[in-house]
């Protein structure tokens, strides 16, 4: 999966738990999902185990790539808000991006990964608000696909209503 794909399914599902949850600023739900993985134009994304050892320098990064731009504080933040998660819109972006990576996790678990089911387990616990943890049990128990099918048994999959 891309860094770009991430984002923007992450954004989508900001944006639907934001639209769910009460008295909460979208517009800034909707920028920390789309800016919280900036950093990594310049310090990559490490995993789990790179990040024990490594430090990344992310407040670096965003400092240099947004000091040229007239928005720049915007964006830093923005950043500032969604590190520090003591506002509801940073708990929500914080757990878009999570249930990005569940979904991510379903599909693999649906297409034979079982290595992914012990990977959500841990992903599910990050989760903080109470329409995330909501969203998550309902990834658990549906088909991945099952946004693509629909009903499976419906005729259309087979002729496309092609001949009526």
């Given amino acids: 999966q891309s860094v770009s794909e991430h984002i923007t399914r992450?954004?989508?599902?900001?944006?639907t738990l934001a639209s769910i949850?009460?008295?909460v600023n979208i517009e800034n739900v909707l920028k920390m999902c789309l800016f919280r993985d900036l950093a990594e134009?310049?310090?990559s994304d490490l995993n789990y185990v790179h990040q024990k050892y490594v430090e990344k320098k992310e407040h670096e990064a965003i400092k240099d790539l947004t000091k040229p731009l007239p928005f720049g504080g915007d964006i830093r933040g923005v950043l500032e808000e969604y590190e520090e998660r003591k506002t509801k819109e940073s708990l929500i972006a914080k757990d878009a991006d999570n249930i990005e990576w569940i979904?991510?996790?379903k599909e693999q678990?649906?297409?034979?990964?079982?290595k992914a089911e012990e990977w959500i387990k841990s992903?599910?616990?990050?989760l903080k608000t109470d329409?995330?943890?909501e969203v998550a049990q309902e990834i658990l128990k549906t088909s991945s696909?099952?946004?693509?099918?629909g009903d499976k048994e419906d005729e259309w999959w087979v002729s496309r209503n092609k001949g009526k």
């Fill in 131 to 133: 329409i995330a943890k």
């Fill in 109 to 114: 678990l649906d297409n034979g990964n079982t």
């Fill in 21 to 23: 949850s009460k008295d």
């Fill in 103 to 105: 979904l991510s996790l």
């Fill in 41 to 43: 134009a310049r310090v």
């Fill in 145 to 149: 696909d099952e946004w693509w099918f």
């Fill in 123 to 126: 992903a599910v616990k990050r």
């Fill in 10 to 15: 992450a954004v989508f599902i900001g944006y």
